[in-house]
């Protein structure tokens, strides 16, 4: 399996099979696992605290790669867990989201700047 090939479906499976398995569903309401996901980003912007600039930070993915892969997944699970706990389509919300985005940021007023919406 890989992302050429998987389903965000497989992967709730596999997560949810996973916490299933432990018996640890009672530790996983909205709060816990938001914050765990909050805490899993936490862990992957550790790894990049002392980068100068884009160039450093690319220097710190090849040296780091495990590291961030391991992160990267962890992140995917706390995801995953609380899509399936809450019965959230994530595809559909993604595509819904990326309408919003494309409102929100027109590529004729966005294009080539780093602004927030509310600041062009």
Same mark, same amino acid.
């Given at each position: $399996?890989?992302?050429?090939? /998987? =389903? *965000?479906?497989?992967?709730? &499976?596999? !997560?949810? %099979?996973?916490? *299933? ?8 309401? &909205? ?6 996901? &909050?805490?899993?980003? &936490?862990?992957? $912007?550790?790894?990049? =605290?002392? /980068?100068?600039?884009?160039?450093? !930070?690319? =220097?710190?993915? +090849?040296?780091?790669?495990? /590291? @961030? ?10 995801? *995953?867990?609380? /899509?399936?706990?809450?019965? @959230?389509? *994530? =595809?559909? !919300?993604? %595509? +819904?989201?990326?309408?919003?985005? !494309? ?18």
């Amino acid at each position: $399996m890989s992302d050429n090939n /998987a =389903t *965000l479906e497989q992967l709730k &499976a596999i !997560a949810s %099979k996973f916490i *299933l398995d432990r018996d640890w569903r009672q530790y996983h309401g &909205a709060k816990n696992i938001s914050m765990n996901l &909050a805490v899993e980003a &936490a862990e992957l $912007m550790e790894l990049f =605290t002392w /980068a100068k600039d884009r160039h450093d !930070a690319g =220097t710190i993915v +090849e040296e780091k790669k495990e /590291a @961030i892969r391991h992160e990267l997944s962890d992140i995917l699970f706390s995801l *995953l867990i609380f /899509a399936d706990e809450y019965n @959230i389509d *994530l =595809t559909q !919300a993604f %595509k +819904e989201k990326m309408v919003h985005n !494309a409102e929100k940021y027109p590529v004729d007023k966005c294009k080539g700047i780093n602004k927030k919406y509310n600041e062009y």
